[in-house]
């Protein structure tokens, strides 16, 4: 399995924008679809949003399309989330994980980073 570090967390205000990066190990992250997972606090952990390998398909949870885009770069082995119009809602510590498929990214059930936590002001 693929391993990442995540970062770029912050303070933000609703509105604001923040890139979340993840940097995997591995010559093969080519070969791995990537994805990223959030838990708020007393929640359960919740799939964001997910890319193939090739960077040419990419699905998201409902609750942040068209405000999250998600991108990698294949050369640096790093998967991105770009979070604009950010919430309230938003506020939560986000993981990074891949797997061999996008349907095996949103059963999470790769391995995790140690998180990056996200908190949105109102």
């Known amino acids: 399995q693929v391993q990442v570090v995540e970062s770029g967390g912050g303070l933000v205000q609703a509105g604001g924008s923040l890139r979340l990066s993840c940097a995997a190990s591995?010559?093969?992250?080519?070969?791995?679809?990537m994805g990223w997972f959030r838990q708020a606090p007393g929640k359960a952990r919740e799939f964001v949003a997910a890319?193939?390998?090739?960077?040419?398909?990419?699905e998201y949870a409902d609750s942040v399309k068209g405000r999250f885009t998600i991108s990698r770069d294949n050369a640096k082995s790093t998967v991105y989330l770009q979070m604009n119009s950010l919430k309230p809602e938003d506020t939560a510590v986000y993981y990074c994980?891949?797997?061999?498929?996008?349907?095996?990214?949103?059963?999470?059930?790769?391995?995790w980073g140690q998180g990056t936590q996200v908190t949105v002001s109102s």
């Open positions: 994980t891949g797997q061999y498929s996008i349907s095996l990214v949103k059963l999470g059930t790769g391995s």
């Open positions: 591995g010559r093969t992250f080519s070969r791995y679809a």
């Open positions: 890319i193939s390998g090739s960077g040419g398909t990419t």
